[in-house]
């Protein structure tokens, strides 16, 4: 039995008070946790005072975006090192927002991928292809293309999570039908069947793209889709513990 997952991405949000205000009122709220995990990624300057207000309860940490690194020369970039130090356990990995504005490429996030698991963060794998690649009808080509080439090289998938999230879907409102989202988890379910066997019975894989209250029950329904990857419904308490609520 997979445990689901809800996770909340900030994304370029909230200053280090409204990330603690927040996260207390999740952390508060909670009640529905033992079934699942609860996870929040608050932009890194709010990390450390996250970490702080979330201890002893059961949201766990993530962080949007790593780089592939210990340490060095590389201005403005993020260690797993330093991530791990602040109290992540996650880590948000090729989020569609990086491939586009940030030119992140699959070669980039697979490097990101292997350095968060040998740090011993678990990394949060983002795939989904385009409006115009869904119209095109090459959905499950991309996909495949962006789920192998981010694990090429990773030998064992206990720690990993992927989330589908549709770029068409994110932030538009216009949520993916629960039979279309489920059509593409089963897809890279056997994909990752043929390539690591059993252990595609075990990997969580998300939901992401206009995900709320209101819609969550009939995605995560399905029997491919374990938990949703959730940005702007993250973003209110009483959005995301809405989410939470509706979980099995
Ligand atoms: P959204 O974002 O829920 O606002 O569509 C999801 C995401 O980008 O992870």
Redesign the pocket.
Known sequence: MRKWIVAG?W?MHNTISESVALARAIKDGLSNSASGEVVVAPPFTALTAVAETLRGGAVQLAAQNMYSEDKGAFTGEISPVMLKDAGCAYV?IG???RRKYFSETDDGVNRKVKKALASGLKPIV?VGETDEERIQGVTESVVGRQVQGALAGVETLADVVI?Y?PVW????GKVATSAQAEEVHAFVRSLIRKLYGAAADELRILY????TKDNVAELAARADIDGA??????LKPDGFLGIIAQMP
Not at 169 to 172: E, F, K, L
Not at 208 to 211: F, L, M, N, P, T
Not at 229 to 234: D, E, I, P, R
């Open positions: 991405n994304k948000i989020h569609s927002e983002c989330a999230e879907a994110i932030g538009t992401g793209g206009s995900v990857l959730v940005g702007g419904a993250s």
